[in-house]
């Protein structure tokens, strides 16, 4: 369980991660600081499958801070080379942040998951890589 520290009022009554935060609802967290906590989330990909979120509320990337998106990086970095490291079947990591519900986001208190990756595991990116728009639409 995290213990609550922060202001409880950045927070949403309705938001899990919120409640996570504020020590009301169960976790099992592997790091926490002023800005960001690290957890396990409940519905992994693989193994291994952690997320890094920000403990004041902030539904969408842009809503957070600068030094809070930084903290949020450098958590998501560590934690990736962590999980490297860890004995955990890893042989790559995906980073994934959802940025609105057209970008698949159904939690809207931002939060990175960080995938462990191995050759046929059951996650899936599908996109048509082969769609190259005009100089002009890139520029």
Known sequence: MVEREGNVSDCMSDCVFC???????????????????????LGPVNTGHAMIIP???????ADMD??????LFTVTQRTAAAIRESGVKCEGV?????????????????????????????FKLVADWDIH???????
């Open 19 to 41: 409640d996570i935060v504020a020590g009301t609802a169960e976790v099992s967290s592997f790091y926490q600081d002023d800005l960001v906590l690290g957890l396990m989330t």
């Open 55 to 61: 403990k004041k509320h902030a539904t969408y990337l």
């Open 66 to 71: 600068e030094e809070t998106g930084r903290q």
């Open 94 to 122: 995906n980073l994934f942040l959802a940025d609105g519900e057209a970008a698949f986001q159904e939690i809207f208190h931002l939060h990175m998951h960080v995938f462990t990756r191995f050759k046929g595991d059951p």
């Open 133 to 139: 728009p005009p100089r002009e639409e890139l520029d």
